[in-house]
């Protein structure tokens, strides 16, 4: 979920203040959880500030321009296996990442990969793709109703 704006838990702050109201009533008013507002007052009140706490979690090992890089190589040969992709994205841009990491960083861009149903005579190598649309596999209901 997105964090709230700014402008909100500003004006949020002014009528805590202004009229007085519980923190119950001032979250029904605004259709806020109650534990966001406790939060809020508890922020504003050690930092003087309101901007939302920073997401958790590790940043990209990849700008945006090693991206860029990237989305070149799946151009240039979609046809790469994802340790390929690995090797010259290093060449390249001087960064390692894991076959896993290049897995998202693919995913990110749009591109999955796409497999041919292959002919054993004729193995057709598997390649990247944008998505173009989303599928959702549905499951034709039992006959027994489970």
């Known amino acids: 979920m ?5 402008d909100l ?3 949020l702050i002014e ?3 202004k009229e ?3 923190q119950r009533q001032l979250a029904a008013r605004f259709n806020v ?7 809020l007052l508890r922020r504003y ?11 958790p979690g590790r940043k990209s090992l990849l700008s945006p321009s090693d991206l ?3 989305e070149c190589l799946v151009a240039e040969q979609p046809n790469n296996t994802l340790a390929e992709f690995c090797q010259q994205l290093e060449a390249r841009t001087g960064v390692t990442i894991s076959r896993t990491t290049m897995v998202r960083c693919l995913e990110k861009l749009g591109y999955r990969k796409h497999k041919h149903r292959v002919n054993q ?12 649309e989303s599928r959702h596999h549905t499951f034709p209901e039992s006959p027994s109703g489970i």
């Open 68 to 70: 860029k890089e990237l």
């Open 121 to 132: 005579a004729h193995k057709k190598p598997n390649t990247y793709r944008e998505i173009t």
């Open 2 to 6: 997105k964090a709230y704006s700014n």
């Open 45 to 55: 009140r050690n930092t003087g500030g309101v901007d939302p706490a920073p997401r």
């Open 20 to 22: 007085q109201i519980s």
């Open 9 to 11: 838990r500003r004006k």
């Open 15 to 17: 009528i805590y203040e």
């Open 33 to 39: 959880s109650l534990n966001f507002i406790t939060t």
